[in-house]
Protein backbone atom coordinates (compact mmCIF):
# COMPACT_ATOMS: atom_id res chain seq x y z
CA UNK A 1 0.00 0.00 0.00
CA UNK A 2 1.65 3.58 -1.06
CA UNK A 3 -0.43 5.95 0.83
CA UNK A 4 -0.93 9.59 -0.51
CA UNK A 5 0.86 10.76 2.24
CA UNK A 6 2.15 8.75 5.36
CA UNK A 7 2.50 11.67 8.30
CA UNK A 8 4.13 9.27 10.21
CA UNK A 9 6.97 8.65 7.45
CA UNK A 10 7.30 12.26 7.38
CA UNK A 11 7.70 13.00 11.53
CA UNK A 12 10.35 9.80 11.19
CA UNK A 13 12.44 11.29 8.83
CA UNK A 14 13.70 13.82 11.91
CA UNK A 15 11.98 12.25 14.62
CA UNK A 16 14.68 12.12 17.37
CA UNK A 17 15.06 15.57 16.61
CA UNK A 18 11.42 16.82 17.26
CA UNK A 19 11.35 14.37 19.67
CA UNK A 20 14.31 16.18 22.00
CA UNK A 21 12.52 19.85 20.89
CA UNK A 22 8.74 17.98 22.49
CA UNK A 23 10.17 17.08 25.44
CA UNK A 24 12.64 20.36 26.34
CA UNK A 25 9.04 22.21 26.09
CA UNK A 26 7.42 19.55 28.27
CA UNK A 27 10.26 19.89 30.93
CA UNK A 28 10.25 23.83 30.41
CA UNK A 29 7.12 24.36 31.85
CA UNK A 30 6.73 27.42 29.25
CA UNK A 31 3.88 26.23 26.94
CA UNK A 32 2.48 29.86 25.25
CA UNK A 33 4.42 33.10 24.26
CA UNK A 34 7.85 32.26 25.00
CA UNK A 35 11.29 31.75 23.81
CA UNK A 36 10.13 28.97 20.86
CA UNK A 37 8.10 31.03 19.57
CA UNK A 38 10.52 33.97 19.77
CA UNK A 39 12.93 31.60 17.93
CA UNK A 40 10.94 30.06 15.41
CA UNK A 41 9.63 33.48 14.40
CA UNK A 42 12.57 35.09 13.54
CA UNK A 43 14.04 31.83 11.65
CA UNK A 44 11.27 31.49 9.69
CA UNK A 45 11.17 35.18 8.84
CA UNK A 46 15.10 35.09 8.06
CA UNK A 47 13.98 32.09 5.39
CA UNK A 48 11.03 33.59 3.76
CA UNK A 49 12.74 36.85 3.67
CA UNK A 50 10.71 39.50 5.75
CA UNK A 51 11.33 41.70 8.41
CA UNK A 52 8.53 40.15 10.64
CA UNK A 53 6.83 37.11 11.14
CA UNK A 54 3.94 36.58 13.54
CA UNK A 55 3.41 33.49 14.72
CA UNK A 56 -0.95 32.43 15.28
CA UNK A 57 -2.97 29.12 15.68
CA UNK A 58 -3.35 28.35 11.79
CA UNK A 59 -3.18 29.47 8.10
CA UNK A 60 -6.98 30.31 8.21
CA UNK A 61 -6.43 32.75 11.27
CA UNK A 62 -3.21 34.46 9.53
CA UNK A 63 -4.97 35.45 6.27
CA UNK A 64 -8.22 36.86 8.77
CA UNK A 65 -5.95 38.53 10.56
CA UNK A 66 -3.90 40.17 7.26
CA UNK A 67 -7.53 41.81 6.65
CA UNK A 68 -8.97 42.04 9.80
CA UNK A 69 -5.21 44.29 10.45
CA UNK A 70 -6.03 46.71 7.37
CA UNK A 71 -9.62 47.15 8.27
CA UNK A 72 -8.17 48.14 11.88
CA UNK A 73 -5.61 50.42 10.22
CA UNK A 74 -8.44 52.13 7.75
CA UNK A 75 -7.01 50.49 4.70
CA UNK A 76 -9.72 48.60 3.88
CA UNK A 77 -13.43 48.68 5.00
CA UNK A 78 -16.23 46.09 5.08
CA UNK A 79 -17.87 45.71 1.57
CA UNK A 80 -14.66 46.50 -0.40
CA UNK A 81 -13.52 44.18 -2.69
CA UNK A 82 -10.82 41.71 -3.06
CA UNK A 83 -9.56 39.70 -6.00
CA UNK A 84 -8.98 35.78 -5.45
CA UNK A 85 -8.44 32.59 -7.41
CA UNK A 86 -12.03 30.71 -8.17
CA UNK A 87 -9.96 27.69 -7.67
CA UNK A 88 -8.19 27.87 -4.43
CA UNK A 89 -9.16 26.24 -0.94
CA UNK A 90 -12.09 27.74 0.75
CA UNK A 91 -9.45 29.15 3.27
CA UNK A 92 -8.85 31.85 1.27
CA UNK A 93 -12.28 32.77 0.69
CA UNK A 94 -13.35 32.81 4.11
CA UNK A 95 -10.29 34.56 5.38
CA UNK A 96 -11.79 37.80 3.28
CA UNK A 97 -16.06 36.88 3.85
CA UNK A 98 -15.01 36.59 7.69
CA UNK A 99 -14.04 40.20 7.42
CA UNK A 100 -17.08 41.38 5.74
CA UNK A 101 -15.55 42.15 2.33
CA UNK A 102 -15.96 41.23 -0.90
CA UNK A 103 -13.97 38.31 -2.84
CA UNK A 104 -13.95 38.42 -6.38
CA UNK A 105 -13.46 35.13 -7.79
CA UNK A 106 -11.20 35.13 -11.49
CA UNK A 107 -10.45 32.16 -13.21
CA UNK A 108 -7.37 30.26 -13.12
CA UNK A 109 -4.86 29.35 -16.21
CA UNK A 110 -5.49 26.18 -17.26
CA UNK A 111 -1.89 25.36 -18.32
CA UNK A 112 -0.93 26.86 -14.86
CA UNK A 113 -4.06 26.22 -12.78
CA UNK A 114 -2.73 29.31 -10.99
CA UNK A 115 -5.21 32.79 -11.48
CA UNK A 116 -5.08 33.82 -15.19
CA UNK A 117 -3.34 37.52 -14.80
CA UNK A 118 -5.20 38.12 -18.26
CA UNK A 119 -8.40 38.43 -16.34
CA UNK A 120 -7.43 40.56 -13.45
CA UNK A 121 -7.49 44.11 -14.39
CA UNK A 122 -11.58 43.51 -16.07
CA UNK A 123 -12.59 42.54 -12.57
CA UNK A 124 -10.86 45.85 -10.41
CA UNK A 125 -13.48 48.28 -9.64
CA UNK A 126 -13.27 51.64 -7.31
CA UNK A 127 -14.08 49.13 -4.36
CA UNK A 128 -11.26 46.99 -5.33
CA UNK A 129 -8.24 47.18 -2.66
CA UNK A 130 -5.97 44.11 -3.19
CA UNK A 131 -5.77 41.15 -5.22
CA UNK A 132 -4.67 37.87 -3.11
CA UNK A 133 -2.62 35.60 -5.03
CA UNK A 134 -2.53 31.62 -4.01
CA UNK A 135 0.62 29.95 -4.73
CA UNK A 136 -1.45 26.70 -5.00
CA UNK A 137 -0.05 23.21 -5.17
CA UNK A 138 2.81 24.97 -4.12
CA UNK A 139 3.76 26.44 -7.55
CA UNK A 140 4.76 30.38 -7.69
CA UNK A 141 1.64 31.99 -8.66
CA UNK A 142 2.93 35.50 -8.61
CA UNK A 143 3.52 37.64 -11.83
CA UNK A 144 5.10 41.19 -12.64
CA UNK A 145 1.70 42.03 -14.61
CA UNK A 146 0.02 41.47 -11.32
CA UNK A 147 2.53 43.36 -9.63
CA UNK A 148 2.41 46.35 -11.90
CA UNK A 149 -1.26 46.30 -11.72
CA UNK A 150 -1.45 46.27 -7.97
CA UNK A 151 0.71 49.62 -8.51
CA UNK A 152 -1.36 50.83 -10.99
CA UNK A 153 -4.72 50.70 -9.04
CA UNK A 154 -3.04 51.05 -5.53
CA UNK A 155 -3.88 47.77 -4.21
CA UNK A 156 -2.59 45.71 -1.67
CA UNK A 157 -1.08 42.16 -2.94
CA UNK A 158 -1.49 39.01 0.00
CA UNK A 159 -0.33 35.84 -0.52
CA UNK A 160 -1.54 32.64 0.57
CA UNK A 161 2.11 30.84 0.64
CA UNK A 162 -0.12 27.81 2.76
CA UNK A 163 1.06 25.45 0.24
CA UNK A 164 4.70 27.13 -0.99
CA UNK A 165 7.15 26.94 1.74
CA UNK A 166 10.17 27.71 -0.16
CA UNK A 167 9.02 27.93 -3.47
CA UNK A 168 10.65 31.06 -5.26
CA UNK A 169 9.43 34.07 -7.76
CA UNK A 170 11.84 34.09 -11.42
CA UNK A 171 13.83 37.34 -8.97
CA UNK A 172 14.98 34.75 -6.50
CA UNK A 173 12.37 35.59 -3.62
CA UNK A 174 10.65 33.41 -1.66
CA UNK A 175 6.61 33.25 -1.83
CA UNK A 176 5.62 34.80 1.25
CA UNK A 177 8.31 38.06 0.76
CA UNK A 178 6.68 39.06 -2.56
CA UNK A 179 3.48 41.21 -1.89
CA UNK A 180 2.81 43.62 1.29
CA UNK A 181 1.45 40.30 3.63
CA UNK A 182 1.60 36.43 3.66
CA UNK A 183 -0.61 33.92 5.46
CA UNK A 184 1.05 30.50 6.08
CA UNK A 185 -0.24 27.56 7.19
CA UNK A 186 1.49 24.47 9.07
CA UNK A 187 -1.26 22.05 9.07
CA UNK A 188 0.41 18.68 9.30
CA UNK A 189 0.17 17.85 5.58
CA UNK A 190 1.78 21.05 4.39
CA UNK A 191 5.70 21.18 3.41
CA UNK A 192 6.26 22.81 6.42
CA UNK A 193 3.78 20.96 9.25
CA UNK A 194 3.32 20.83 12.68
CA UNK A 195 2.37 17.89 15.10
CA UNK A 196 -1.29 19.94 14.71
CA UNK A 197 -2.51 23.09 13.80
CA UNK A 198 -0.27 25.93 13.44
CA UNK A 199 -0.14 29.16 10.92
CA UNK A 200 2.24 32.90 10.55
CA UNK A 201 1.90 35.91 8.85
CA UNK A 202 4.63 37.38 7.18
CA UNK A 203 5.34 41.05 6.31
CA UNK A 204 7.73 43.98 6.25
CA UNK A 205 4.62 46.62 7.52
CA UNK A 206 5.46 47.23 10.85
CA UNK A 207 2.00 48.77 11.91
CA UNK A 208 0.43 45.77 10.42
CA UNK A 209 2.84 43.41 11.92
CA UNK A 210 2.24 44.97 15.24
CA UNK A 211 -2.00 44.84 14.26
CA UNK A 212 -2.09 41.52 13.43
CA UNK A 213 0.43 40.25 17.10
CA UNK A 214 -2.40 41.93 18.59
CA UNK A 215 -5.09 40.47 17.24
CA UNK A 216 -4.35 37.18 17.94
CA UNK A 217 -3.41 37.82 21.33
CA UNK A 218 -6.64 38.75 22.40
CA UNK A 219 -6.67 42.59 20.54
CA UNK A 220 -4.42 42.91 23.57
CA UNK A 221 -0.73 44.79 23.46
CA UNK A 222 -0.35 44.89 27.04
CA UNK A 223 -0.82 42.40 29.56
CA UNK A 224 -5.08 42.92 30.19
CA UNK A 225 -5.06 46.39 27.78
CA UNK A 226 -7.27 45.38 24.78
CA UNK A 227 -6.93 47.98 21.80
CA UNK A 228 -8.58 45.60 19.51
CA UNK A 229 -11.78 42.89 19.93
CA UNK A 230 -9.28 40.03 18.94
CA UNK A 231 -9.63 36.65 19.76
CA UNK A 232 -7.20 33.89 21.27
CA UNK A 233 -5.35 32.53 18.54
CA UNK A 234 -1.89 31.64 19.58
CA UNK A 235 0.73 29.39 18.19
CA UNK A 236 1.85 26.50 20.89
CA UNK A 237 5.21 26.41 22.18
CA UNK A 238 5.35 22.66 21.32
CA UNK A 239 4.76 23.68 18.04
CA UNK A 240 7.22 26.45 17.74
CA UNK A 241 9.57 23.89 18.78
CA UNK A 242 8.85 21.34 16.35
CA UNK A 243 8.52 23.87 13.54
CA UNK A 244 12.06 25.00 14.14
CA UNK A 245 13.73 21.53 13.68
CA UNK A 246 11.93 20.71 10.84
CA UNK A 247 12.49 24.65 8.90
CA UNK A 248 16.24 23.45 8.69
CA UNK A 249 15.59 20.42 6.75
CA UNK A 250 12.99 22.29 4.72
CA UNK A 251 15.22 22.84 1.37
CA UNK A 252 16.52 19.53 1.81
CA UNK A 253 12.79 17.95 1.83
CA UNK A 254 11.78 20.02 -0.35
CA UNK A 255 14.74 18.56 -2.52
CA UNK A 256 13.17 15.43 -2.58
CA UNK A 257 9.69 16.47 -3.47
CA UNK A 258 11.89 17.85 -6.78
CA UNK A 259 12.74 14.51 -7.19
CA UNK A 260 9.78 12.57 -7.17
CA UNK A 261 8.04 15.70 -9.21
CA UNK A 262 11.04 15.31 -11.87
CA UNK A 263 10.11 11.26 -12.27
CA UNK A 264 6.56 11.69 -12.97
CA UNK A 265 7.21 14.85 -15.62
CA UNK A 266 9.65 12.51 -17.27
CA UNK A 267 7.94 9.08 -17.40
CA UNK A 268 3.73 9.79 -16.88
CA UNK A 269 2.88 8.97 -20.48
CA UNK A 270 -0.19 8.24 -21.21
CA UNK A 271 -2.73 10.18 -23.21
CA UNK A 272 -5.35 10.79 -21.13
CA UNK A 273 -3.22 12.62 -18.27
CA UNK A 274 -2.11 15.85 -18.78
CA UNK A 275 0.27 17.48 -16.28
CA UNK A 276 0.84 21.66 -15.59
CA UNK A 277 3.34 23.48 -17.27
CA UNK A 278 6.94 22.62 -15.95
CA UNK A 279 8.20 25.27 -13.59
CA UNK A 280 11.85 25.23 -13.30
CA UNK A 281 12.55 23.73 -9.87
CA UNK A 282 12.91 26.49 -7.73
CA UNK A 283 9.80 27.94 -8.73
CA UNK A 284 7.66 24.65 -7.46
CA UNK A 285 7.56 23.55 -3.99
CA UNK A 286 5.86 20.84 -4.86
CA UNK A 287 3.06 20.57 -1.86
CA UNK A 288 0.73 18.49 -3.84
CA UNK A 289 1.16 16.80 -7.58
CA UNK A 290 -1.84 17.28 -9.99
CA UNK A 291 -2.72 16.08 -12.65
CA UNK A 292 -5.68 16.56 -15.09
CA UNK A 293 -7.62 13.42 -16.31
CA UNK A 294 -9.28 13.74 -19.64
CA UNK A 295 -12.50 11.86 -20.55
CA UNK A 296 -14.43 12.05 -17.62
CA UNK A 297 -12.27 9.54 -16.52
CA UNK A 298 -10.99 11.11 -13.28
CA UNK A 299 -12.63 9.09 -10.59
CA UNK A 300 -12.34 5.81 -12.74
CA UNK A 301 -8.59 6.32 -12.43
CA UNK A 302 -8.79 7.46 -8.44
CA UNK A 303 -10.56 3.96 -8.11
CA UNK A 304 -8.39 2.10 -10.31
CA UNK A 305 -5.12 3.30 -8.31
CA UNK A 306 -6.80 2.87 -5.20
CA UNK A 307 -7.91 -0.90 -6.42
CA UNK A 308 -3.81 -1.18 -6.98
CA UNK A 309 -2.74 0.09 -3.34
CA UNK A 310 -2.01 3.87 -4.61
CA UNK A 311 -3.81 6.67 -2.59
CA UNK A 312 -4.70 9.49 -4.35
CA UNK A 313 -6.99 12.72 -3.19
CA UNK A 314 -8.88 15.41 -4.78
CA UNK A 315 -7.84 18.85 -4.75
CA UNK A 316 -10.35 19.84 -4.59
CA UNK A 317 -14.19 18.28 -5.66
CA UNK A 318 -16.24 21.34 -5.62
CA UNK A 319 -15.15 24.65 -6.10
CA UNK A 320 -15.98 27.52 -3.22
CA UNK A 321 -18.53 29.22 -6.11
CA UNK A 322 -20.43 25.50 -5.98
CA UNK A 323 -20.65 25.49 -2.06
CA UNK A 324 -23.38 25.55 0.07
CA UNK A 325 -21.85 28.36 2.51
CA UNK A 326 -21.60 30.44 -0.68
CA UNK A 327 -25.28 29.82 -2.46
CA UNK A 328 -24.99 32.76 -3.47
CA UNK A 329 -22.62 32.06 -6.17
CA UNK A 330 -23.97 28.69 -6.98
CA UNK A 331 -25.27 29.52 -10.05
CA UNK A 332 -22.03 31.51 -11.96
CA UNK A 333 -20.48 29.89 -14.32
CA UNK A 334 -16.94 29.79 -13.88
CA UNK A 335 -15.75 27.00 -16.81
CA UNK A 336 -11.81 26.77 -15.72
CA UNK A 337 -12.12 26.06 -11.96
CA UNK A 338 -15.25 23.48 -12.68
CA UNK A 339 -13.27 21.65 -15.16
CA UNK A 340 -10.58 21.52 -12.78
CA UNK A 341 -12.65 20.26 -10.04
CA UNK A 342 -13.81 17.64 -12.45
CA UNK A 343 -10.44 16.46 -13.94
CA UNK A 344 -8.03 17.14 -10.87
CA UNK A 345 -6.26 14.21 -9.01
CA UNK A 346 -3.13 14.43 -6.83
CA UNK A 347 -0.77 11.85 -6.78
CA UNK A 348 1.26 10.95 -3.57
CA UNK A 349 4.42 13.51 -3.53
CA UNK A 350 6.14 13.88 0.00
CA UNK A 351 9.76 14.34 1.29
CA UNK A 352 9.38 10.32 2.58
CA UNK A 353 8.38 8.73 -0.85
CA UNK A 354 10.45 5.86 -1.95
CA UNK A 355 11.96 5.81 -5.58
CA UNK A 356 10.55 2.20 -5.87
CA UNK A 357 6.99 3.85 -4.80
CA UNK A 358 6.94 6.64 -7.39
CA UNK A 359 8.38 4.07 -10.23
CA UNK A 360 5.33 1.81 -9.36
CA UNK A 361 2.51 4.82 -9.62
CA UNK A 362 3.35 5.75 -12.88
CA UNK A 363 3.81 1.88 -14.43
CA UNK A 364 -0.22 1.63 -12.98
CA UNK A 365 -0.86 5.11 -14.31
CA UNK A 366 0.30 4.77 -17.85
CA UNK A 367 -1.04 1.10 -18.03
CA UNK A 368 -4.90 2.92 -17.15
C1 LIG B 1 -4.12 24.70 4.18
C2 LIG B 1 -4.55 25.93 3.51
C3 LIG B 1 -5.04 27.04 4.21
C4 LIG B 1 -5.47 27.02 5.64
O1 LIG B 1 -4.60 26.52 6.54
P1 LIG B 1 -5.08 25.90 7.94
O2 LIG B 1 -3.81 25.89 8.71
O3 LIG B 1 -5.63 24.56 7.65
O4 LIG B 1 -6.08 26.82 8.53
C5 LIG B 1 -5.26 28.22 3.52
N1 LIG B 1 -5.07 28.29 2.19
C6 LIG B 1 -4.65 27.24 1.47
C7 LIG B 1 -4.43 27.41 0.01
C8 LIG B 1 -4.38 26.03 2.11
O5 LIG B 1 -3.98 24.99 1.38
Given at each position: ??PF ?10 G ?22 E??E ?6 I????C ?7 D ?17 G ?8 T ?14 P ?5 KL??L ?8 A ?10 I ?9 T?K????C??Y???L ?7 H ?13 GD??GH ?48 S ?5 Q???L ?6 L ?8 L ?20 P ?9 P??V ?16 V ?10 HK ?15 E ?9 P ?6 N ?12 F
Amino acid sequence: MIPFLSLKDVTALHGAEINEAVTRVVNNGWYLQGKENERFEEDYAKFIGTKYCIGCANGLDALIWIFRAYIEMGVMQPGDEVIVPANTYIATILSITENGLKPILVEPKLNTLEIDDDLIEAAITPRTKAIAIVHLYGRNAYTEKIGSLCKKYNLKLIEDNAQAHGCKHTDGRTTGSIGDAAGHSFYPGKNLGALGDGGAVTTNNPELAAAVRALANYGSQKKYVFKYAGRNSRLDEIQAAVLDVKLKYLVEDNAHRKLVANYYYDHINNPIVSLPDRLPDAQNAYHLFPILVADGKRDALHDYLEQNGVGTVIHYPIAPHKQECYKEWNKISLPITEKVADAELSLPIGPAISNDEIQQIVKLINNF
